[in-house]
């Protein structure tokens, strides 16, 4: 599959947003600082290869988007206090969907793909196999060390 | 005596914060608390809160339609939508009859955020 380079361009114009709304959801939901330490990059491919995920399904008429948050380890999903397990799923599903929703205030996002309406985030365990599509990823560090990895893909709908 | 509040919302995180903040901060009685569009027209028809919060993006019935129905059968009902949800949404349940709306992130540790959230909360009563 050939992905079509206008997203990518697309994407490249929103550079700046991705990190900065996931700096303020970290200290929305976890209380505490995040910082971006590598600078986040585009990809053909959303990557899967961590053991927590939370995938959250956008769109609208004309593209298809999904929002993937990844934890290395248990200790980086945990930041976020809980009583348990299903609780810090859900925790972390609502940071998904507000990433979202901070997304579509933005206008150099919604300028360029419009206003997207959010599905019901949902978790996987292990790896995840994502179809291609140009996908802005990175990492927000917390002054605490963990590392919150979060993607966003998006490609024309197929019709 | 206290006011009264329902809770709805698909993330029980959140509504453990939204409770709390009605509890602690704004000395409400929570009557109930749900997780869908269903759940808050029922507990709604229950009893009949001071305000109900809702939350748009919900399974089985989201929070507009469910504002929609209790709106047609309460229309005095205060409906504060509490919501990640931008663009036309705002004005859309504006429009609709809901009574004040609050954007996430819940930002409860800031102070400023605190205190426009009271501040929605006192216009939806002085309206």
């Known amino acids: 599959m050939i992905l079509d380079n206008e997203i990518k361009e697309k994407l490249e114009q929103c550079d700046e947003i991705f990190p900065a709304i996931g700096i303020e959801c970290v200290e929305a939901f976890a209380g505490v600082k995040g910082r971006v330490v590598e600078p986040w990059v585009i990809l053909e491919r959303l990557p899967g290869n961590n053991p927590h995920n939370i995938m959250l399904g956008t769109g609208n008429n004309l593209y298809q988007a999904i929002l993937a948050i990844s934890f290395k380890s248990d200790a980086d999903m945990g930041l976020i206090a809980s009583s348990c397990f299903e609780e810090l799923i859900d925790a972390w599903g609502e940071f998904a969907n507000t990433y979202c929703g901070m997304l579509m205030d933005k206008s150099e996002f919604t300028g360029n793909f419009g206003y997207l309406t959010q599905s019901i985030p949902q978790y996987s365990s292990g790896d995840v196999f994502y179809s291609k599509a140009w996908a802005f990823c990175g990492t927000i560090v917390t002054t605490d060390d963990h590392e919150i990895n979060i993607g966003f893909a998006i490609r024309k709908l197929l019709v | ?127």
Do not use: H, W
């Open chain 2, 1 to 127: 005596m206290s006011k009264t509040v329902v809770v709805v919302d698909d993330s029980k995180f959140l509504i453990k914060q939204i409770v709390d903040f009605f509890e602690k901060q704004l000395e409400f009685q929570v009557l109930g608390t749900g997780n869908d569009g269903n759940e808050a027209i029922e507990l709604y028809t229950k009893f009949k809160p001071d305000l109900i919060t809702l939350d748009i993006t919900m399974p089985n019935k989201d929070g507009m339609d469910a504002m929609k129905e209790i709106i047609k059968d309460f229309p005095d009902a205060n409906i504060l939508m509490i919501s990640a949800v931008r663009g036309s949404a705002m004005l859309e349940c504006m429009s609709a009859g809901a009574k004040g709306y609050v954007e996430k992130p819940l930002k409860f540790a800031d102070s400023e955020f605190v205190n426009d959230f009271k501040e929605t909360v006192s216009e939806i009563f002085n309206q």
